[in-house]
């Protein structure tokens, strides 16, 4: 949600709608609609739930909630003085402006990253760039925000305000508590190795996914894995996720298999491939679903599954 001035400056932003609620509108426990009449008087305000309406007034008194107010790589706290300060490792743009308490021109790399400075020669670079944890913040303006079930999952993208030159992978950490559940996300932070993805063959599955041990997951091919579906048929269909359908088959040792065809125009896919790899296959327990293994051909991404009689996870199987 924005507030926006003369239409066209933006103002304040909250944090991002969750499909119940708005994240981070810090000290407030509803956010409200705000009708003005043509006289300039506050009408009515209505709740989030959009079924309680009051008559009054409301506005936000932090100075953090002002849009941008510390600018690119700044952070804003309201009980220190000044409010803004730069982030580790980068240091005012113009240190005129900020004496003058005017933060918004933001902050810039102290130094370049390693990578950068580097580019081109063969050194070991081990060590010189990382990431920094940051934690109670609002995410920036362009991020994707996708829940299923008990399952929340938020990867913004920092790109659009030039945050960094180089992003491997970012879960932020959500403590939120409901009326009658608590939801917790952990906040995990891994790199990505940098390998090829363009052109993938079944025989390099492994250097696809990276380093990760996958000795016990079973590579599928292809032919067979369309035999099983009966060439993908919508009879076979179990259903439609946020990556891509899920369909039901039979392989020919006479189990049962659930197929997670990852859609080649999901910008998600690529990354979804390779993380729930990672996760489902170090998460072999009996009450989660069990991944039997992977099938790699051109843009097509399938990852197999056992069919659990208790429609087990359901929900992750078709995020």
């Given at each position: 949600?924005?507030?926006w001035i003369n239409?066209?400056?933006?103002?304040?932003?909250?944090?991002p709608?969750?499909k119940s609620?708005?994240?981070?509108?810090?000290?407030?426990?509803?956010?409200a609609y705000?009708?003005i009449?043509?006289?300039?008087?506050?009408?009515?305000?209505?709740s989030a739930s959009g079924?309680n309406?009051?008559?009054?007034?409301?506005?936000?008194?932090?100075?953090c909630d002002?849009?941008?107010?510390c600018?690119?790589?700044?952070?804003?706290k309201?009980?220190?003085?000044?409010?803004?300060?730069?982030?580790?490792?980068f240091?005012?743009?113009?240190?005129?402006?900020?004496s003058?308490?005017?933060w918004?021109?933001?902050?810039v790399?102290r130094?370049k990253?390693?990578?950068?400075?580097?580019?081109?020669?063969s050194?070991?670079?081990?060590?010189k760039?990382?990431?920094?944890?940051?934690?109670?913040?609002k995410v920036?303006?362009?991020?994707?925000?996708?829940?299923e079930?008990?399952?929340?999952?938020?990867i913004?993208?920092?790109?659009t305000?030039?945050?960094?030159s180089?992003?491997?992978?970012i879960?932020?950490?959500?403590?939120?508590?409901?009326?009658?559940q608590?939801?917790?996300v952990?906040?995990?932070?891994?790199?990505?190795e940098?390998?090829?993805?363009?052109?993938?063959h079944?025989?390099?599955?492994?250097?696809?996914?990276?380093?990760?041990?996958?000795?016990?997951?079973?590579?599928?091919d292809?032919?067979?894995i369309?035999?099983?579906?009966?060439?993908?048929?919508?009879k076979n269909?179990?259903?439609?996720?946020v990556?891509?359908?899920?369909?039901?088959?039979m392989?020919?040792?006479?189990?049962?298999?659930a197929?997670?065809r990852?859609?080649?125009?999901?910008?998600?896919g690529?990354?979804?491939?390779?993380?729930?790899?990672m996760?489902?296959s170090?998460?072999?327990?009996?009450?989660?679903?069990?991944m039997?293994?992977?099938?790699?051909?051109?843009?097509?991404?399938?990852?197999?599954?056992?069919?659990?009689?208790?429609?087990?996870?359901?929900?992750?199987?078709?995020?």
């Amino acid at each position: 949600m924005y507030i926006w001035i003369n239409g066209s400056t933006p103002h304040w932003r909250s944090g991002p709608w969750d499909k119940s609620s708005i994240d981070k509108i810090f000290g407030d426990k509803f956010l409200a609609y705000v009708d003005i009449s043509f006289e300039g008087i506050v009408r009515f305000i209505v709740s989030a739930s959009g079924k309680n309406w009051y008559l009054g007034w409301k506005s936000w008194n932090n100075p953090c909630d002002n849009y941008g107010a510390c600018g690119p790589f700044g952070v804003c706290k309201a009980s220190e003085s000044p409010i803004c300060k730069c982030l580790k490792g980068f240091i005012p743009k113009s240190n005129e402006e900020w004496s003058k308490r005017n933060w918004t021109g933001g902050c810039v790399r102290r130094t370049k990253l390693s990578c950068e400075t580097h580019r081109n020669e063969s050194v070991s670079l081990k060590g010189k760039d990382g990431f920094l944890k940051l934690e109670r913040l609002k995410v920036p303006n362009f991020y994707e925000y996708l829940i299923e079930g008990k399952l929340m999952k938020l990867i913004a993208s920092l790109t659009t305000i030039g945050f960094m030159s180089i992003l491997a992978a970012i879960v932020f950490s959500l403590h939120r508590r409901y009326a009658n559940q608590k939801r917790r996300v952990e906040l995990k932070t891994w790199r990505l190795e940098s390998t090829s993805m363009t052109k993938i063959h079944r025989d390099g599955i492994q250097e696809y996914i990276g380093k990760y041990n996958l000795s016990e997951l079973k590579i599928y091919d292809f032919d067979s894995i369309l035999i099983a579906t009966n060439n993908f048929s919508i009879k076979n269909k179990l259903g439609q996720g946020v990556f891509g359908p899920v369909y039901k088959g039979m392989v020919p040792e006479g189990k049962e298999i659930a197929v997670k065809r990852l859609s080649s125009s999901s910008g998600q896919g690529v990354e979804e491939f390779k993380n729930e790899m990672m996760l489902i296959s170090n998460l072999q327990h009996k009450n989660l679903v069990r991944m039997m293994g992977c099938c790699v051909k051109e843009d097509e991404k399938l990852l197999i599954y056992e069919v659990m009689p208790n429609k087990s996870l359901d929900a992750f199987l078709l995020g």
